[in-house]
C-alpha cells in the first residue's frame, strides 16, 4: 500500500506550474488533496488532470488578503479532522523588479512568498499535530543563496529558509518535519522558464549556456522523487533543511 494512501493533503498553488504537477502525481497515490490557488477556473484544470478526483476539494483562495486565507483555513478546519502534510508551493516575483521596490511592493511579494505560509501554518498546526506524524512542506528557490533575481523575491525566499529552521527547532519534538526544497531553473508549461523561452528565446539559450553546467534546462519532473522523499515515511532526518535542487 503506498504511504500517502488515505492521507489528507493541502497544496498551495495548485493551478499551475509545479503546484499542478504534483498534485496530479499524487493524485495517483490515492490521497485526499485539497488544492488551493486564487484562481478556481485554473484550479479546476489541474483537478481535471488528478486521478480519485471525488477525494479531492478545491478552494480559491487570494494569499494577498488574510480575510480569505483565514476564511480558507476556516473551512479545512470544518471539514478535516486531521492533516497530514501542508505542502506551499505558491509563490513568485509578481514581476516586480525593481531593486529599491516600495514597500507596498515588498509586501505583495512577501504576502505571497512568505506571511501566508506563515498564517496557514499557524492556523493548521492543530490539524497536523492530530495526525500524529506530519510534515510542512516548503518551495524555497536558489536565490535564497545567491544575489542574482529580484531583490524583494530573494529577501522573501532567504527569510523563508530561516522560517524553516527555526520552526523545524521547535516543533520537531512534535514528530513534524519541516522541511522544502530550493529549486534553480527549471521548466514546466507556463512557468518562468516556460515563458522565457516562448518570449526571448535568445536569452532563455545564454541562461543554459551561462548558467546550467550540464547545458540542458531540468524538468520539473525531475524532481518528483526527491520531493516525496521529503514528505515520505521516515523523513525527520531532512527536518530544517531546505535541499537546493540547481
Known sequence: MSFYKNKNILITGASSGLGSLISQELSKEGCNLILVSRSKDKLKRTFKGCSNKKNHKIIAADFQSRESLLKMTKLIKSNYKKLDIIMHVAGGGLGIKSHLPNQEDYLKVFNLNLFSIFEINRELLPLIKKAKVGTLFHVGSIVANESLGSISYNAAKTALASYVRTLSNNISKMNICVTGINPGAFEFKENAMSRLKKNNLDAYK?????????????????????????????????????????
Open 206 to 246: 545564454n541562461f543554459i549556456k551561462y548558467r546550467i553546467p550540464s547545458k540542458k534546462m531540468p524538468k520539473a519532473e525531475t524532481m518528483i522523487d526527491l520531493i516525496k522523499l521529503l514528505i515520505g515515511k521516515n523523513n525527520m532526518l531532512y527536518s530544517g533543511n531546505m535541499i537546493s535542487c540547481d
